[in-house]
T-cell receptor, first 114, second 112 residues
Framework: DTGVSQDPRHKITKRGQNVTFRCDPI?????LYWYRQTLGQGPEFLTY????????KSRLLSDRFSAERPKGSFSTLEIQRTEQGDSAMYLC????????????FGDGTRLSIL | AQSVAQPEDQVNVAEGNPLTVKCTYS??????LFWYVQYPNRGLQFLLK??????LVKGSYGFEAEFNKSQTSFHLKKPSALVSDSALYFC??????????FGAGTTVTVRA
């Protein structure tokens, strides 16, 4: 497999702007996850898709955040009206729909808010 | 409540010496446990998992981990560390069918 791909790798934007990140999962994986990682911490779960259905959104995901996975393939994570506290690494992962299968992570998008 | 604890922020060892990175968990039932490694500016890379069966699981790059139910621990081990093992290591436990809870991470430094 070619691995999980995320784009862009880095994003610098001004506070108040909207940003969108893309994730392309491993092709045969029907589960897709978004995590946020801040410096010195482990990844925190944001949301989960099974195929195109978004099945859980963490309370960390405020109304300014929206995620989609049209047609169960790639996914996008949009942050509207960015705030300083949104600065973090946003990680995407995917896995097979079988019990105990590990999640495979992309290299993330690092967001910096000026 | 924290589901996974990594009690050591940093572990320093000399190359060739054994490496141990500690992890304890606090979920009920039979846990699914994972170890990942992260290099600078990269995503997490899967090392190994425990689902059921033998308490000693072997993974990638010579790493292994020992599941101890009575001590609720899942320590990562490598018999002979390499400089290239220097990285950030995360333990994780599965909370339900799909959600992982990660520890805060342990930075491993292997000196030549």
């Amino acid at each position: 497999d070619t691995g999980v791909s995320q784009d862009p790798r880095h994003k610098i934007t001004k506070r108040g702007q909207n940003v969108t990140f893309r994730c392309d999962p491993i092709s045969e994986h029907n589960r897709l996850y978004w995590y946020r990682q801040t410096l010195g911490q482990g990844p925190e779960f944001l949301t989960y898709f099974q195929n195109e259905a978004q099945l859980e959104k963490s309370r960390l995901l405020s109304d300014r955040f929206s995620a989609e996975r049209p047609k169960g393939s790639f996914s996008t994570l949009e942050i509207q009206r960015t705030e300083q506290g949104d600065s973090a690494m946003y990680l995407c992962a995917s896995s097979r729909d079988l019990g105990g299968q590990p999640q495979h992570f992309g290299d993330g998008t690092r967001l910096s808010i000026l | 409540a924290q589901s996974v604890a990594q009690p050591e922020d940093q572990v320093n060892v000399a190359e060739g010496n054994p490496l141990t990175v500690k992890c304890t968990y606090s979920v009920s039932g039979n846990p699914y446990l994972f170890w990942y490694v992260q290099y600078p500016n990269r995503g997490l890379q899967f090392l190994l998992k425990y689902i059921t069966g033998d308490n000693l699981v072997k993974g990638s790059y010579g790493f292994e981990a020992e599941f101890n139910k009575s001590q609720t621990s899942f320590h990562l081990k490598k018999p002979s560390a390499l400089v290239s093992d220097s990285a950030l290591y995360f333990c994780a436990v599965r909370l339900n069918d799909y959600k992982l809870s990660f520890g805060a991470g342990t930075t491993v430094t292997v000196r030549a």
